[in-house]
T-cell receptor, first 114, second 112 residues
Framework: EADIYQTPRYLVIGTGKKITLECSQTMGHDKMYWYQQDPGMELHLIHYSYGVNSTEKGDLSSESTVSRIRTEHFPLTLESARPSHTSQYLC?????????????FGEGSRLTVL | SQKIEQNSEALNIQEGKTATLTCNYTNYSPAYLQWYRQDPGRGPVFLLLIRENEKEKRKERLKVTFDTTLKQSLFHITASQPADSATYLCAYASGGSYIPTFGRGTSLIVHP
């Protein structure tokens, strides 16, 4: 079982609120990722990190921001949530040099913005 | 740009039969393809990887093939069980970042 945790699992908030989705992993992985997934659709990469103090934007434009101050922690922040941000957010990590390139995913955070 | 395509229609099969799922890519051969399983409301779980120079990989009841001529990977589950019901995602990774790009997945429903 993967040691990667996301909180909250479910969040319903009003428009304009600031939210932070937490992601932590205890595997010591250097690489971490945030994907966004709508029902029946692909996972879209929105942010990734190669290690501490490294953050990059993914293929899908997102108004969210991320930080990587500690290896195990990769939070995602939305400064002002809007209904268009309603989605499932999945955090993942992987080991540099892994022979399979396997991504370990958290359970996801389902965000609903009213 | 590279696209990865999986059948959006659900696959319904009877318990005990072999399920075959398809993943097609559009342009260049990726360095490798991965297959993941995703249950409703959960994160994906890695199952298998196959590299572009490999034709077939097996793991227990799972088998993956990679045909660079057809630009296709097939994922087989033999002796399928109702517990195999889930969405199966194909992902490719190429030189450079090797960050997986995912298809939208195919839902498999195994009927008892």
């Amino acid at each position: 079982e993967a040691d990667i945790y996301q909180t909250p699992r479910y969040l319903v908030i009003g428009t304009g609120k600031k939210i932070t989705l937490e992601c932590s992993q205890t595997m010591g992985h250097d690489k971490m990722y945030w994907y966004q997934q709508d029902p029946g659709m692909e996972l879209h990469l929105i942010h990734y990190s190669y290690g501490v103090n490294s953050t990059e934007k993914g293929d899908l434009s997102s108004e969210s921001t991320v930080s990587r101050i500690r290896t195990e922690h990769f939070p995602l922040t939305l400064e002002s949530a809007r209904p268009s941000h309603t989605s499932q957010y999945l955090c993942a990590s992987s080991e540099t040099g892994s022979p399979t390139g396997e991504l370990f995913f958290g359970e996801g955070s389902r965000l609903t913005v009213l | 740009s590279q696209k990865i395509e999986q059948n959006s229609e659900a696959l319904n099969i009877q318990e005990g039969k072999t399920a075959t799922l398809t993943c097609n890519y559009t342009n260049y051969s990726p360095a490798y393809l991965q297959w993941y399983r995703q249950d409703p409301g959960r994160g994906p779980v890695f199952l298998l990887l196959i590299r572009e120079n490999e034709k077939e990989k097996r793991k227990e009841r799972l088998k993956v093939t990679f045909d660079t001529t057809l630009k296709q990977s097939l994922f087989h589950i033999t002796a399928s069980q109702p517990a195999d019901s889930a969405t199966y995602l194909c992902a490719y990774a190429s030189g450079g970042s090797y960050i997986p790009t995912f298809g939208r997945g195919t839902s498999l429903i195994v009927h008892p």
